[in-house]
């Protein structure tokens, strides 16, 4: 089970909407067949495994990171390609969430004769699965929340300039990160600052993620590289409920896909935006702030994971703050994080930090 969690893991980001899930199988001690997910989701690991393995599948134990499917889509259900091949167990850490499954995938099983057992590294599976698991029962997609600063908390100096305050090894450890998630996401701010591409670069993946920036108004350079490259890599924009209807014109014409989002306040609902972005398909959503985003994320309780790069040097008061204002007024409301991870990066240190 293990070796199927770690397989599902190296296809993070590829697989959306679809869960990125591994899957062994083993006759008489000896692995015949493995895979994952592949890119885009289809065919799913199954019945790739179960091609490997062919007629040594037949009296083996499946090892699966996700209960089967049960359903009909665009390919059929694992389920009866498990049963066709004449396995004798399958082993899956959790049940999948999804309506059209959830649960009748084991009965599916059981009822042709097959042994299922459950829970078996289950707290992993739901770990690397949060995600989808969550979005499938009407939850929000994961979210990563990505910091780098200077040692007293700067994200950049008094005149804006930010590159580069971490090192070659942290930046290439922050496109690994992207490369695992299905979008990346900046606020409007970022996106005018800095004119990222927001791409996985150097990593070899076969789907980049979708670049989503957050711009309530709208108000995005059109010459931007975002912009040039709408077309080859998705672009979605989320917007207030009034864009200047010039602007969304322009924007849907160079091929970007647009969010009329809900507002709290004057500000977007960042739940509601999630939330939209998690209906069309996203489970797990890796953020780069830039500091007014990232507070709204945090004072809103909806970042799940803290990765924060550190720098050896100090930028001084004059220096931009990581993160905007989050309305504190006593401790006591404070987002309690659990730390995960501690290790360097080159000469950066990087601290992973768990939702508590």
Same mark, same amino acid.
């Given at each position: ?37 592949? $890119? ?24 699966? &990171? ?32 999804? $309506?059209?499954? &959830? ?9 042709? *004769? ?23 029962? *009407? %939850? ?27 090192? $070659?090894?942290? +930046? ?14 900046? %606020? ?22 979708? +670049? ?32 200047? $209807? ?49 507070? &709204? ?16 040097? /100090?930028?001084? /008061? ?30 950066? /240190?990087? &601290?992973?930090?768990?939702? %508590?």
């Amino acid at each position: 089970m293990a070796l199927a969690l770690a397989l599902g893991r190296r296809v993070q980001g590829q697989c959306w909407p679809n869960p990125a899930v591994g899957c062994v199988i083993v006759r008489e001690g000896r692995i015949v067949g493995r895979a994952a997910t592949a $890119p885009g989701g289809r065919p799913h690991a199954e019945p790739q495994a179960l091609a490997q393995a062919g007629a040594a599948a037949r009296g083996a134990t499946v090892y699966v &990171s996700l209960e089967p499917c049960a359903h009909h889509g665009r390919t059929p259900p694992c389920t009866d390609a498990l049963i066709a091949a004449g396995v004798a167990r399958v082993v899956a850490p959790v049940m999948d969430r999804d $309506p059209r499954v &959830s649960g009748k995938g084991f009965d599916r099983l059981r009822a042709a *004769g097959i042994e299922v057992i459950t829970g078996i590294c289950a707290e992993e599976a739901t770990r690397d699965l949060g995600g989808f698991l969550r979005r499938e029962a *009407g %939850g929000l997609p994961h979210l990563t929340l990505k910091l780098a600063m200077s040692l007293d908390g700067r994200i950049a100096t008094a005149s804006g300039e930010s590159r580069w305050i971490t090192g $070659p090894g942290a +930046r290439r450890a922050v496109h690994a990160m992207r490369a695992r998630h299905d979008a990346v996401m900046v %606020g409007a701010g970022t996106a005018r600052a800095d004119d990222p591409m927001l791409t996985a670069r150097g990593m070899g993946v076969a789907r980049q993620p979708a +670049r989503v920036v957050v711009s309530r108004r709208l108000d995005l350079p059109l010459m931007s590289q975002l912009a040039q490259t709408a077309r080859d890599v998705p672009l979605w924009l989320c917007h207030g409920p009034d864009p200047d $209807p010039a602007l969304a014109e322009a924007w849907d014409g160079i091929g970007a896909r647009r969010f009329a989002c809900g507002l709290s306040g004057r500000q977007l609902d960042m739940a509601g935006v999630l939330r939209d972005l998690g209906e069309a398909g996203l489970t797990r959503i890796f953020c780069e702030g830039g500091g007014g985003l990232a507070a &709204s994320l945090l004072s809103a309780g909806l970042v799940d994971e803290l990765v924060v790069f550190s720098a050896g040097l /100090a930028i001084g /008061a004059e220096g931009l703050p990581g993160l905007g204002a989050l309305g504190l007024e006593t401790l006591a409301e404070a987002r309690r994080f659990r730390l995960e991870e501690v290790r360097a990066v080159d000469g950066d /240190a990087m &601290s992973r930090w768990i939702k %508590g």
